[in-house]
């Protein structure tokens, strides 16, 4: 049987860990799992906060029934209806018909489409309130993280913030949902890179939430992916409130780039070499062949600095540095110090598309573009040294200041 120590009196996670997915909304890679969440509050009407992915309904409903034996529920609350959490819904109909489904105006739009459920609904606008018995709940809407019909709902008796997708994580529970009773190491990096590639682009939505969720006391955070946040909370709304600021969280640089043959990567190690000749230790390198897009964009919104190497490819960029600068560039990762190099055999394009990308995305330029011919020479190679000299260097002059 499953885990049902309450979170908080008479409320349950009910939630379900996916160890058999491998990408998310089917392309990023999940080598941690993931989890859909769902929690139930046992109470005079009883309320059931979001469903899970259709393909774990029946784990879902055996959890709800473990708890119930059999009794019914009054209400289930949808913050979010895209399908890793709404997917349940038209099966939760089908087993409780009379259950009144709680969301706004645009949840039930998109209800109706998905599922065709219009009947037996409750609108909330921002700030209602709804009675269950002993507790009061209260919702706020939080368009844009991820989706415009997104809302949170705030639990008054023991200050629980159920967050939807906001401060979720990729990465299963291993044993417990509370992040007091396990090893939370694993959910840092997923934490980034959930919100890097989820709700990146939303960087003003997620402002506007967090300042409105400032007037509320939180204790708990039940989000609609990975642990329930007590012990952390501090540091995961931190986080999220630096990532929507697109500020850095450490010192340091990401070098991204692509190479068929070799040339792009000796300038690689040249740049790198410079960077930390340079004094700067944090030097993240990634060849786009081998690492998939999702883990350079979590290491972006990590460091403030970028630097870009791409050979030049049919006259234009090598097609997975292209990749990489649109999935940048849709979510208008802000403020950021960059640099580029590249290498061609009989024309030279890369590096000018780069320079033109850091124009179009305001960025710094920092230190002398590298473009190389043909093979790498000691000229190209001392230049390219230079080039993460002085990105050391402009790193280093925003210390403590
Ligand atoms: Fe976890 Fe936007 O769904």
Avoid at 43 to 63: E, H, L, P, R, S
């Amino acid at each position: 049987m499953y885990n049902k120590k309450p979170i908080a009196d008479n409320i349950f996670y009910i939630g379900v860990n996916d160890r058999q997915k491998e990408s998310f909304e089917n392309y990023l890679p999940l080598p941690e799992g993931v989890t859909y969440n769902s929690y139930l509050i046992v109470d005079k009407k009883t309320t059931v906060i979001d469903t899970v992915d259709i393909a774990f309904a029946d784990v879902f409903f055996a959890k709800i029934d473990a708890v119930l034996k059999g009794g019914t529920v009054d209400y289930l609350i949808v913050n979010h209806v895209e399908p890793d959490h709404a997917g349940s819904v038209g099966l939760f109909r089908q087993k409780y018909p009379n259950v009144i489904i709680v969301g706004n105006a645009k949840t039930f739009d998109m209800l109706n489409g998905y599922f065709g459920i219009n009947t037996r609904l409750h609108e909330v606008k921002e700030g209602d309130s709804l009675s269950i018995g002993r507790r009061t709940l209260s919702f706020y809407m939080a368009p844009m993280v991820h989706w415009p019909e997104v809302m949170v709902t705030y639990e008054h008796q023991d200050k629980i913030l159920f967050s939807a997708d906001a401060f979720g994580t990729f990465g299963t529970l291993n044993g417990d949902y509370s992040d007091a009773c396990i090893n939370t190491e694993k959910y840092w990096n997923e934490l980034r890179r959930y919100y890097a590639c989820i709700v990146g682009k939303f960087g003003v939505p997620v402002q506007n939430a967090l300042k409105k969720l400032a007037a509320l006391e939180i204790k708990t955070v039940c989000s609609a992916h990975g642990p329930v946040w007590q012990k952390e909370l501090t540091k995961v709304v931190s986080l999220y409130d630096k990532w929507s600021r697109y500020e850095e969280e450490e010192e340091g640089v990401v070098i991204a780039y692509g190479s068929m043959y070799g040339n792009t990567q000796q300038l690689t190690e040249a740049v790198a070499e410079g960077i930390v000749a340079g004094g700067i230790k944090n030097v993240v390198v990634h060849n786009v062949s081998k690492t998939d897009a999702s883990f350079i964009l979590s290491d972006i919104f990590k460091y403030k600095a970028l630097i870009i190497g791409s050979p030049t490819y049919m006259d234009g960029l090598y097609p997975l540095i292209e990749k990489l600068l649109s999935a940048i560039e849709i979510r208008r990762i802000k403020n950021r110090l960059f640099s580029c190099f590249g290498s061609f055999t009989w024309t030279g394009t890369a590096v000018k598309k780069l320079t033109a990308f850091s124009q179009t995305m305001k960025w710094e330029m920092i230190g002398a573009p590298v473009e190389n011919k043909h093979a790498v020479f000691e000229e190209k190679y001392q230049a390219a040294f230079e080039l993460g000299l002085a990105m050391a260097e402009k790193l280093k002059s925003l210390r403590c200041s």
